[in-house]
């Protein structure tokens, strides 16, 4: 048999490395790939899922780039602290997120932002809007039309933070809300690996979990009075913006994403047929949109 030599390292498959960092006490698990001398992409991940949702995008992009995909505490296969010694709020995880690129020597980074992603990131962004190289938006919220029915049991939770309200909550942690997320408004189903939900759900599962769910449940309504903030960053700085949406998506649906349009009127737009986790339907259409963007934009 004949071997084969691959001489041209452009050619070679990147390497996707699994480590972890204690930040603020808390053990945070991170993927990272990529020469340490190229532009950085922080992917922030949403719920209920990890840096797991990124495994098939960070080789995609770790040819030319520093890719770092991080877990939150609680997710993953981060620390998931004691809800009596931890606050489990977006700013905590923006601190966190903040800590590990400092240790990281990251000063400047394009991010991608999903789900609980946005929120984190446009922290970082108010507080370090001088790093921010550019901006990819799947399903990430940051204005008002964005929370629709969906939202409409939590937004009664936010009104009185009692515990009926709460206990009604628990059923977006259950095994069929899990799979749906990852189901619903997916063009080919053939297309979803079932791996995600059944990994997902027995981190949801574990003894403590669902309660710091609920937790952030109640503290993303601290995330609508950033949004005048995080809008006004957007008018004054201008971060290149490449948005890839799934917009059949019903968690956040693309009501939320249009208005992107009014604050960055160069934005690169475009509704991805799919829904909420929509890297798992149509990576072949968003891989070539977020590389060229890259390559254009940050590189």
Request: hydrophobic share 40%.
């Amino acid at each position: 048999m004949k071997v084969v030599q691959v001489t041209d390292m452009s050619l070679a498959y990147p390497v996707t490395y699994y480590r972890t960092k204690t930040v603020d006490g808390i053990n945070i698990f991170y993927r990272e790939a990529g020469s340490k001398d190229a532009p950085v992409v922080l992917l922030l991940h949403g719920f209920p899922t990890s840096s797991h949702m990124f495994r098939n995008l960070i080789p995609a992009l770790a040819d030319r780039y520093h890719v770092i995909a991080l877990d939150y505490p609680g997710y993953g296969q981060s620390d998931m602290p004691d809800r009596a010694k931890f606050a489990y709020t977006f700013d905590s995880f923006a601190q966190l997120v903040d800590g590990l690129l400092d240790q990281l020597g990251v000063a400047r980074y394009a991010m991608y932002v999903m789900d609980y992603g946005a929120p984190v990131g446009w922290r970082l962004a108010l507080k370090h809007p001088e790093r921010i190289s550019g901006l990819i938006v799947q399903n990430g919220n940051a204005y008002d039309e964005g929370l629709k029915e969906f939202w409409d049991p939590i937004k009664a939770y936010w009104s009185d933070h009692s515990e009926a309200h709460r206990k009604a909550l628990y059923g977006l942690v259950a095994p069929e809300t899990t799979k749906f997320q990852y189901t619903d408004g997916m063009s080919d189903l053939s297309r979803i690996a079932p791996d995600n939900w059944v990994q997902d759900q027995a981190l949801l599962d574990r003894p403590g979990n669902a309660e710091i769910q609920m937790d952030l449940f109640y503290d993303y309504r601290t995330n609508l009075p950033l949004y005048p903030k995080v809008q006004a960053y957007f008018r004054k700085h201008q971060p290149p913006t490449l948005i890839v949406w799934g917009k059949n998506d019903k968690i956040f649906p693309a009501d939320g994403a249009h208005p992107y349009k009014r604050d960055l009127p160069k934005v690169e737009f475009h509704l991805i047929d799919s829904g909420h986790f929509a890297l798992e339907d149509k990576a072949d259409e968003m891989v070539p949109l977020i590389r060229d963007f890259l390559e254009r934009k940050i590189a």
